[in-house]
């Protein structure tokens, strides 16, 4: 499986873009990178996924650089609610399962 | 958009007692779920992978004969913690593949073992 480093923690000021930094040096060819998120108590939440290029939908932007050794994410405006664990993985397809292993993901703090 | 419902949210038993948790894919089919279980301020471990009508797949270190696993349709997955003992008090996510991409997660168990 490809490993993923992402610092332990971020904060960002309400109103301003988060980006969350993650290595994934190792990613194969064929190896999506995939952000969740995990709000205190719940399940993790699907953000955005990627290949190749830049992804972007309602929640977030995904920037992946052109060795795909290394990607962001971008929350435009962060908001309070913003604030949780985020986690940058990426998928593997052993034997066609697509289990997802999570590292310790970066546990951001909006403050207002 | 696609929903996985987790039941109970939480639960509190005794020492020695057995628990279920229940998974479902409301909307959509799934072959395959996903078993995790999270300790405070950690994160989320791969417990095994349910397959419908075969056998699941544990990962290392992972007891097959305390934490039973059924998933007997399509949309529905069952993890039993058997004999559970308080070091057994954890969070426990399941999540469900739609698809050949989408995996969506369940809102999680909470697990007090008293």
């Known amino acids: 499986d490809a490993k993923t480093t992402q610092p332990p923690s971020m904060d960002c000021a309400e109103g301003r873009a988060a980006n969350l930094p993650c290595n994934h040096s190792t990613i194969s060819g064929n190896e999506y990178v995939y952000w969740y998120r995990q709000i205190h108590s719940q399940g993790p939440q699907y953000i955005i996924h990627?290949?190749?290029n830049n992804e972007t939908n309602e929640m977030a932007s995904l920037i992946i650089t052109e060795d795909r050794k290394s990607s962001t994410l971008i929350l435009p405006h962060a908001t309070l609610r913003d604030t949780a664990v985020y986690y940058c993985i990426v998928r593997v397809v052993p034997g066609g399962a697509q289990k997802l292993v999570f590292g310790q993901g970066t546990r951001l703090t909006i403050n207002p | 958009g696609a929903v996985v419902s987790q039941h109970p949210s939480w639960v509190i038993c005794k020492s020695g007692t057995s628990v279920k948790i229940e998974c479902r894919s409301l909307d959509f089919q799934a072959t395959t779920m996903f078993w995790y279980r999270q300790f405070p301020k950690q994160s989320l471990m791969l417990m095994a992978t349910?397959?419908?009508?075969?056998?699941?797949?544990?990962e290392q270190g992972v007891e097959k004969d305390k934490f039973l696993i059924n998933h007997a349709s399509l949309t529905l997955s069952t993890l039993t913690v058997t004999s559970a003992h308080p070091e057994d008090s954890s969070f426990y996510i399941c999540?469900?593949?739609?698809?050949?991409?989408?995996?969506?997660f369940g809102n999680g168990t909470r697990l007090t073992v008293t």
């Open positions: 349910s397959n419908e009508g075969s056998k699941a797949t544990y």
């Open positions: 990627g290949l190749k």
């Open positions: 999540s469900a593949v739609e698809g050949t991409q989408s995996l969506h």
